[in-house]
């Protein structure tokens, strides 16, 4: 992944999202010119359940907890889902406001992170499709974010094929 995709399989705009280490939730608000807002879904302790997640759950220390929220444009348009899990003990440390976007909260704060991104995903969900009001296929991706040398949380993302509408196509053709 640190190379990228051939772009027959993932365009180049969308790698951009995808792999790149920048904020998604900045990137969202930049492509719609609108402010990114969260929908918080659910926040729930999880303890040192595998929760489903992906592997690298296991380096973030427990007990943990588990947010599930939509990422949306102010006039309401759902462009993401995403979970995160982190340590209990410091999400209040690094979410001040569980309403904010984490970016906005890091940012609040000028906590400097790098983001790992370990996985990406292509395929359907029906309730995501529903959700987002748009057919599949989707392209998600999960990435650890770490702080001082420290795992500070993992974050699993499926983004919207709404985003076409400024992306363009996910895919290069020829």
Known sequence: MQQGLPH???APTWQML???DGSPTRHLQL???EPTEVD???MSAIGMDGDHAPNQLQVVPGPRLR???WLRTASGQRLAYATSWWEASHVDEYLQNR???IWASLAQLRTELYRDVQGIYYGHSAALEQAFGQPGPLWGRHYLFW???QPLTLIYEVFSPYLTKYLGSTRLDG
Do not use: E
């Open 31 to 33: 492509l719609t010119g």
């Open 40 to 42: 918080v879904i659910d």
């Open 18 to 20: 995808m792999l790149g």
């Open 8 to 10: 027959s399989k993932l």
């Open 147 to 149: 702080h001082r040398g």
């Open 99 to 101: 309403s904010l976007p």
């Open 67 to 69: 947010r599930q929220v």
